[in-house]
């Protein structure tokens, strides 16, 4: 079962090879990075790191055992005591059960770790299984939205 770890330098690599060969999957639920995501991928990790550094970001990734990535659980826009979620699972590990666990944990880990209280997190409507995940571990919808030009529900989880 892979495990969740804070974003760090050595995981550039497996990051990079994770986000490009999923990259087609992600795309048709969410918006194509673009190629300067991947062509400039090394400062963009820097940037990632640094803003761990200051607090403002929590990146993770999921491990295998064998030190692949299978997916990505983020914390994002953190601030007074709350952060926005999401979240991306490679294709060969969808509908596993690792979103759930990952979203289970990385609560666990914004109460205990990063002393947040909410989390705030969106899925679009033709993404049912974010919608599931979402709900088994506490969030519950607070309005609609349009996200990426596609309706979307909002989400907020109450922690501790």
């Not at 992600?26 to 761990?52: C, K, M, T």
């Not at 403002?56 to 983020?74: E, K, M, Y």
């Not at 979402?134 to 030009?149: D, H, I, M, P, Q």
Request: glycine share 8%; with cysteine.
């Amino acid at each position: 079962m892979p495990h969740l770890e804070l974003v760090r330098a050595d995981h550039a690599d497996a990051l990079l090879a994770f986000e490009l060969e999923n990259r087609e999957y992600f795309a048709a639920s969410i918006p194509d990075r673009g190629d300067d995501y991947f062509a400039e991928f090394a400062a963009r990790h820097a940037q990632l790191l640094q803003w761990q550094v200051e607090g403002t970001d929590f990146f993770h990734v999921l491990v295998t055992d064998t030190g692949r990535i299978a997916g990505r659980v983020n914390l994002v826009e953190v601030a007074d005591g709350s952060a926005e979620l999401g979240y991306r699972i490679a294709q060969n590990h969808a509908g596993q059960g690792l979103a759930t666990a990952a979203v289970a944990e990385i609560r666990k880990l914004a109460a205990t770790t990063y002393g947040l209280t909410t989390l705030r997190a969106k899925a679009t409507l033709d993404n049912p299984a974010s919608h599931k995940v979402l709900e088994r571990n506490g969030f519950v919808a607070t309005g609609e939205r349009v996200l990426n030009g596609k309706p979307a529900v909002t989400y907020l989880c109450e922690l501790g």
